[in-house]
């Protein structure tokens, strides 16, 4: 299982950019996804973008298709997320999750965590 930290968010004006980034330490059975998640203020934990270690495919869910960028990080386990054109609703805490044998397009669009699996976090607010 592994342990991610976050780091990277802010406060942001409509329109502009933020890049977030985790590591994690543990270790994970492969082949695994990788991606990251949000939870708004008062809403559940949902995907925004998972990536495959296998062959580095991405997926990313549709409120930030176009907008958003994963990529892995010369570390293991290490992730960023690009975040470009943000809106108010973008507005929430980001985590970073992973889990061995699934796609990502499942692990994004389910979220299989159980609410003890997220990390602290990184809080990022957009303000319109």
């Not at 507005?91 to 397009?105: D, L, M, R, S």
Request: charged share 15%; aromatic share 10%; hydrophobic share 30%.
């Amino acid at each position: 299982q592994l342990q991610f930290v976050e780091s990277g968010g802010g406060l942001v004006q409509s329109g502009g950019s933020l890049r977030l980034s985790c590591a994690a330490s543990g270790s994970i059975l492969e082949p695994y996804a990788i991606g990251w998640f949000r939870q708004g203020p008062g809403k559940e934990h949902e995907g925004v973008a998972c990536l495959s270690n296998s062959d580095g495919s991405t997926y990313y869910r549709d409120p930030v298709k176009g907008r958003f960028t994963i990529s892995r990080d010369t570390a293991k386990y290490s992730l960023t997320l690009q975040m470009n054109g943000l809106r108010p609703e973008d507005t929430g805490t980001y985590y970073c999750q992973a889990q061995p044998f699934i796609t990502t397009q499942v692990m994004c669009d389910m979220t299989p965590f159980s609410n003890d699996a997220w990390g602290p976090g990184a809080q990022v607010t957009v303000s319109s």
